[in-house]
């Protein structure tokens, strides 16, 4: 079995500060591990993707991602925040192994900053 | 490209009614989801089709639950005898269908059914 793991349902940061949302993951094997950001009655838009490689993975928008296998978490950091970053933002895993194809979601952080 | 759309986008109907909800993918994309969010919660997976054959339906809750998608592309979820804790966001995503785990899936805007 898979599981995700975001520990805090609510987020708050000051324009300009660095942000991190939270993210530990458990999986039976390696995973690859994804964040996805939703806005208001819309779908969930990817952000990025760790596959292998780089334990550090860059995505859209100035946003990063840092894969801890020892801690098992892959937290979601940008260096400086906008307004426009709030959003509810999902972590999800996927084992490699296998042939489940689904992700596995965990329950969401709601991101606010605040100008 | 024109990205996944879902229609209709929101949907009211009452308990016991029958709905369907389709879902056009990206183009060229083989692989096909259904994912049912509810108020509060993260996706959860219902279904994986791998061009028109159901790959994975381990995610259905019963068996009022069935989707099809005949020709590979569309795809209708169907909910038969609805009930209200049916109510939720229904999302479809598409990915490639290289067959690689590591493919990154594409989101719908979703379709939001309410049962009365």
């Known amino acids: 079995a898979q599981s995700v793991a975001q520990p805090e349902d609510q987020v708050n940061v000051a324009e300009g500060n660095p942000l991190t949302v939270k993210c530990t993951y458990s999986v039976s094997g390696n995973p690859y591990l994804f964040w996805y950001v939703q806005y208001p009655n819309r779908g969930l838009q990817f952000l990025l993707k760790?596959?292998?490689?780089?334990?550090l993975v860059k995505g859209s928008y100035g946003f990063e991602a840092e894969f801890n296998k020892s801690q098992t978490s892959f937290h979601l950091k940008k260096p400086s925040a906008l307004v426009s970053d709030s959003a509810l933002y999902f972590c999800?895993?996927?084992?490699?192994?296998?042939?489940?194809?689904?992700?596995?979601f965990g329950s969401g952080t709601q991101l606010t900053v605040l100008p | 490209g024109a990205g996944v759309s879902q229609t209709p986008s929101n949907k009211v109907t009452e308990k016991g009614k029958y709905v369907e909800l389709r879902c056009d993918p990206i183009s060229g994309h083989t692989a096909l989801y259904w994912y049912r969010q509810s108020l509060g919660q993260g996706p959860e997976f219902l279904i994986y089709?791998?061009?028109?054959?159901?790959?994975?339906d381990s995610g259905l809750p019963n068996d009022r639950f069935f989707a099809v998608r005949p020709e590979g592309s569309v795809s209708t979820l169907k909910i038969q005898r609805t009930e209200r804790g049916d109510s939720a966001v229904y999302l479809c995503?598409?990915?490639?269908?290289?067959?690689?785990?590591?493919?990154?899936?594409?989101f719908g805007p979703g379709t939001r059914l309410l049962v009365l």
């Open positions: 089709f791998q061009g028109t054959g159901a790959a994975d």
């Open positions: 999800a895993v996927r084992v490699q192994s296998g042939s489940a194809r689904q992700l596995t």
């Open positions: 760790y596959i292998t490689g780089d334990n």
């Open positions: 995503a598409s990915s490639l269908g290289a067959g690689v785990p590591q493919e990154t899936q594409y």
